[in-house]
């Protein structure tokens, strides 16, 4: 994980740089003293400390407009940033850019229930869009575990998912419209309350774009009742197989539930050590299956769910008997994270996604991985849509301990993509995993991926050094090589 | 027009650098049953994509399918019913519509044209169901994007932009989908003789109750006398779906036949609602009428108003008012600038969906876009084909 190098040239015009921004926006909006600027020196992947040439802070979409074409006229890099909660280090601050920070654009414009939907300035909360239409039994379905925190712009910007998108879908299934600010300092609708949007669906080209292609300055989503009833099972089973083999038959029996989250062994004790969530300590493997619909079809599911464990043989198996229950079961969850750092100091957790089936010979063989690497590992996994959590323990204080669990991270990344799956499922690729693009993308997919850059941002002043690992310049990536005169079918006439 | 069958991506890779070098283009065909949908393509060559076909891989219990984009819907249909699972975008058969007759389109075409059906707005359309693909592009080389799990988010979205391109960025030659188990039942409950604000109005209100139903859709009594049997009578019809786990449905049929006994509310069993929501999905009620169609994706509420500012001779509604079907009597101008900018003013999108060839190539069959946004979306089709190789002027003109 290596920031690329700054470019000199940039920074020897920090402080005309400063000057030009702060002239052009209201006071207040440009940060750049030494003492402010470390609260913005990292994301959530605080492995990686760096402060901006400056922290700009708009208030609306025409001064984001404003500080893009000032980027681009001065030839300055941009970093977008919503509430810094990226696990990728998608909002890893660069020396010679800005942070383009969305904090300040946190109102709530509209909520339109005639028409299903709330309409938010990037820096709300995820979590807020659904307190603000809890009063009519409302919510916004995609549920980061930072949901607390973390940013719509910032979900717009990775895509972000949660624990019951195999049932809700993520962002971009849940989203109806942006405004977006170009690097040009165009201010463009795409979509709207509809929907759908005439033309290529840019809409969906820029939701997960990670910061690439421009700023979001207002989101549309798409925001649904809440299920009349929820309950949750809290499974014990012997091994990790057969907790595999009971979601994949849930599954094939026609069942979507509301979300399904595996724990592995030394997951659960390390939840259980922290807040004691009542989980089953004689089990190899914890499921946590949630279903949601109305009060008799819930307990129907509930009860044919059950039946499956059973007969794949749950140790223990227990459906909620009220809420109060059912937040118990996922308060073990929801301290995973935490709950690790009893054992270790630091954690890197990691986000590959697999085929399920392939769940089995994975954990075997990131226990293999974990002896080999020396560093100790928790699982937690999106059970229903193949999502893996690993979270590698180690000690950022113990020299060569941090190289080792990025050694371990990639390792385990490519074997997701050895086995069908992918490099991440839902944290983005960003800084974390750049490098490690090739392994699922060879050079024609990459050099696609980045003509698609090239079409938004040709001069790649927004987040360069991330998602790719090498931004080959636009004139050549658009270059046609024809192979004259090798035709490939000498047999049709020309016209 | 010489044809180029092709069997494979290298194949149609091969077939775009010929056209590359004598700088020709190339219209894309699978079954060419969509033809009829957007703008006329003029181009020196049609590349035949219907030899790309059949099934790559079928993981049912992961929910997840691969195979050729030229995979007829039919082959495709027989390969999930088998599993018992389904397509969640339900994409419709136009074959009546269109006039092609029994023949099946292609997957290929049903995601390049964006065809979705009645369940879509709560489970999306083929761009929500496409998880990868492989194509080849305008530099003529084959390609990669997206994953084969579902849940993914490594890199650009690509199979985002591929869908409802029309085939202006390139052939797709194999894609990866979700799909969904299908329902245990499904039932219908339906009311007849609202009018189309009092229908909209009820189905609204319904989609905003923790119900669940998937369809959402009301018929002016113009197309309902098509129906047959009981229901062929000439007067609306408010149709709202529910589909699921058997007792699941049986609840929510109950509470919503409940609460509209005193209005006349009615249920109609699997068969039956099958079959209604297949007509409401393949546009059967509106291939009987002669006119032009326009399909408006609209922010629901607004459906009365723009329907009443246009003034349609028949209308079909979907998705609680999210989708409007608009027949309007023939003309050289297909009434094209009334419904754009009464779509526009409700910030709805307005596309001529079924009109003369030389209606769509004087008039357009797609909503004009905004400066900025028509500049962006011709720097995407140059990212993909910069010599526009690929259906040239299907979606706009040059694009």
């Given amino acids: 994980m290596h920031l690329p190098q700054p470019d000199p040239t940039i920074l020897a015009r920090r402080a005309a740089i400063v000057s030009g921004l702060t002239a052009l926006l209201p006071p207040g909006a440009v940060i750049a003293d030494e003492v402010s600027l470390g609260v913005y020196d990292c994301d959530a992947l605080t492995a990686v400390r760096q402060k901006p040439m400056a922290a700009?802070?708009?208030?609306?979409?025409?001064?984001?407009?404003?500080?893009?074409?000032?980027?681009?006229?001065?030839?300055?890099?941009?970093?977008?940033?919503?509430?810094?909660?990226?696990?990728?280090?998608?909002?890893?601050?660069?020396?010679?850019?800005?942070?383009?920070?969305?904090?300040?654009?946190?109102?709530?414009?509209?909520?339109?229930?005639?028409?299903?939907?709330?309409?938010?300035?990037?820096?709300?909360?995820?979590?807020?869009?659904?307190?603000?239409?809890?009063?009519?039994?409302?919510?916004?379905?995609?549920?980061?575990?930072?949901?607390?925190?973390?940013?719509?712009?910032?979900?717009?910007?990775?895509?972000?998912?949660?624990?019951?998108?195999?049932?809700?879908?993520?962002?971009?299934?849940?989203?109806?419209g942006i405004e977006f600010v170009t690097i040009d300092g165009e201010i463009l609708r795409l979509g709207g309350k509809g929907g759908a949007m005439s033309g290529y669906d840019l809409l969906g080209i820029v939701t997960g774009s990670e910061g690439l292609l421009g700023m979001v300055t207002e989101v549309t989503v798409r925001i649904q009742p809440k299920p009349a009833a929820?309950?949750?099972?809290?499974?014990?089973?012997?091994?990790?197989?057969?907790?595999?083999?009971?979601?994949?038959?849930?599954?094939?029996?026609?069942?979507?539930?509301?979300?399904?989250?595996?724990?592995?062994?030394?997951?659960?004790?390390?939840?259980?050590?922290?807040?004691?969530?009542?989980?089953?300590?004689?089990?190899?493997?914890?499921?946590?299956?949630?279903?949601?619909?109305?009060?008799?079809?819930?307990?129907?599911?509930?009860?044919?769910?059950?039946?499956?464990?059973?007969?794949?043989?749950?140790?223990?198996?227990?459906?909620?008997?009220?809420?109060?229950?059912?937040?118990?079961?996922?308060?073990?969850?929801?301290?995973?994270?935490?709950?690790?750092g009893r054992i270790a100091p630091d954690m890197l957790c990691?986000?590959?996604?697999?085929?399920?089936?392939?769940?089995?010979?994975?954990?075997?063989?990131?226990?293999?991985?974990?002896?080999?690497?020396?560093?100790?590992?928790?699982?937690?996994?999106?059970?229903?849509?193949?999502?893996?959590?690993?979270?590698?323990?180690y000690d950022v204080m113990k020299p060569g301990d941090l190289e080792k669990a990025e050694a371990f991270g990639a390792d385990i990344l490519r074997l997701c993509v050895e086995v069908g799956g992918v490099l991440t499922g839902e944290h983005g690729v960003g800084l974390e995993k750049r490098d490690l693009m090739p392994v699922m993308f060879d050079d024609a997919?990459?050099?696609?991926?980045?003509?698609?850059?090239?079409?938004?941002?040709?001069?790649?002043?927004?987040?360069?050094?991330?998602?790719?690992?090498?931004?080959?310049?636009?004139?050549?990536?658009?270059?046609?090589?024809?192979?004259?005169?090798?035709?490939?079918?000498?047999?049709?006439?020309?016209? | 027009m010489s044809v180029i069958w092709v069997y494979n991506a290298q194949e149609a890779a091969a077939a775009v650098q010929d056209s590359l070098a004598d700088g020709t283009s190339l219209a894309l065909r699978g079954r060419a049953t969509k033809l009829s949908l957007g703008r006329p393509v003029i181009a020196e060559r049609t590349l035949d994509l219907s030899r790309i076909a059949g099934a790559i891989r079928y993981e049912p219990e992961e929910l997840i399918l691969t195979v050729k984009a030229g995979t007829p819907m039919s082959d495709l249909d027989m390969m999930l019913r088998e599993h018992r699972q389904m397509l969640p975008f339900e994409p419709p058969d136009l074959g009546h519509f269109f006039g092609t007759g029994e023949r099946r389109g292609t997957l290929g075409g049903a995601l390049g044209a964006d065809l979705c059906g009645p369940r879509s707005f709560k489970a999306g359309r083929g761009r929500d169901a496409l998880l990868g693909f492989t194509a080849v592009n305008g530099f003529g080389e084959a390609y990669k994007a997206g994953g084969r799990v579902v849940k993914n988010v490594t890199g650009y979205d690509l199979p985002k932009l591929m869908c409802g391109a029309f085939g202006t960025l390139g052939p797709l030659i194999d894609v990866t989908l979700k799909v969904l188990p299908a329902p245990e039942r499904e039932d219908t409950v339906i009311l007849r003789g609202l009018?189309?604000?009092?229908?909209?109005?009820?189905?609204?209100?319904?989609?905003?109750?923790?119900?669940?139903?998937?369809?959402?859709?009301?018929?002016?009594?113009?197309?309902?006398?098509?129906?047959?049997?009981?229901?062929?009578?000439?007067?609306g019809l408010t149709a709202i779906r529910f589909e699921g786990a058997r007792e699941a449905v049986e609840e929510r049929v109950q509470t919503l036949s409940h609460r509209l006994r005193r209005a006349g509310a009615r249920r109609l069993g699997g068969d039956v609602s099958h079959d209604l929501w297949k007509r409401i999905g393949n546009l059967d009620l509106m291939a009987r009428e002669n006119g032009v169609v326009w399909r408006i994706v609209a922010p629901p509420f607004a459906a009365p108003a723009i329907a009443g500012e246009i003034g349609p001779s028949a209308a079909q509604y979907d998705w609680a008012g999210g989708l409007l079907w608009l027949l309007l009597d023939e003309a050289p101008h297909a009434h094209a600038n009334l419904v754009r900018s009464v779509a526009a003013r409700h910030g709805a999108q307005a596309t001529l969906f079924r009109a003369p060839e030389a209606v769509r190539a004087a008039h357009g069959v797609f909503q004009p876009l905004d400066a900025g946004v028509d500049r962006l979306t011709r720097e995407v089709k140059t990212a993909f084909d910069p010599k526009a190789v690929f259906n040239p002027g299907r979606m706009y003109e040059g694009i």
Avoid at chain 1, 59 to 69: D, K, M, P, T, V
Avoid at chain 1, 291 to 305: K, N, Q, S
Avoid at chain 1, 452 to 469: E, I, Q, T
Wanted: with cysteine; hydrophobic share 45%.
């Fill in chain 1, 56 to 176: 700009v802070l708009p208030s609306n979409a025409e001064e984001i407009a404003a500080a893009l074409r000032f980027c681009r006229d001065h030839s300055v890099n941009i970093v977008p940033r919503g509430a810094g909660t990226s696990l990728s280090g998608g909002s890893t601050p660069l020396a010679d850019g800005i942070l383009l920070v969305t904090a300040r654009l946190n109102r709530i414009l509209d909520i339109d229930y005639e028409n299903r939907c709330a309409v938010v300035q990037p820096g709300v909360t995820n979590l807020a869009i659904s307190q603000a239409v809890e009063e009519r039994g409302f919510y916004y379905a995609p549920d980061p575990s930072s949901q607390l925190a973390c940013s719509i712009g910032g979900n717009v910007a990775e895509n972000s998912g949660g624990i019951h998108c195999l049932k809700y879908g993520i962002t971009t299934n849940n989203l109806l």
């Fill in chain 1, 230 to 340: 929820v309950r949750a099972l809290l499974i014990g089973f012997p091994s990790i197989e057969a907790a595999g083999a009971a979601v994949a038959q849930t599954i094939a029996s026609g069942i979507i539930p509301a979300a399904m989250e595996l724990m592995d062994r030394v997951t659960v004790e390390a939840v259980e050590a922290y807040c004691g969530a009542g989980y089953p300590q004689d089990a190899e493997a914890v499921l946590i299956a949630e279903l949601d619909g109305t009060a008799a079809e819930v307990d129907a599911l509930i009860g044919r769910v059950e039946a499956i464990a059973r007969a794949n043989g749950a140790t223990s198996c227990r459906g909620s008997a009220d809420e109060a229950e059912r937040l118990r079961f996922w308060s073990g969850r929801k301290a995973a994270f935490p709950a690790t």
């Fill in chain 1, 350 to 393: 990691m986000d590959g996604t697999i085929p399920r089936r392939e769940l089995p010979a994975v954990l075997h063989r990131i226990s293999e991985l974990s002896v080999e690497h020396g560093l100790q590992v928790a699982n937690v996994f999106h059970a229903g849509d193949g999502n893996l959590h690993p979270l590698i323990l």
């Fill in chain 1, 445 to 495: 997919d990459l050099a696609q991926q980045m003509r698609v850059k090239c079409a938004f941002d040709p001069a790649h002043r927004l987040n360069p050094g991330k998602v790719f690992p090498v931004l080959h310049a636009c004139a050549e990536l658009g270059k046609v090589h024809v192979h004259a005169g090798q035709f490939a079918h000498p047999e049709i006439p020309r016209l």
């Fill in chain 2, 195 to 235: 009018t189309a604000p009092e229908g909209l109005r009820l189905l609204r209100g319904i989609a905003g109750e923790p119900l669940d139903a998937s369809g959402l859709a009301h018929i002016s009594g113009e197309l309902a006398q098509h129906l047959e049997g009981v229901l062929g009578v000439a007067e």
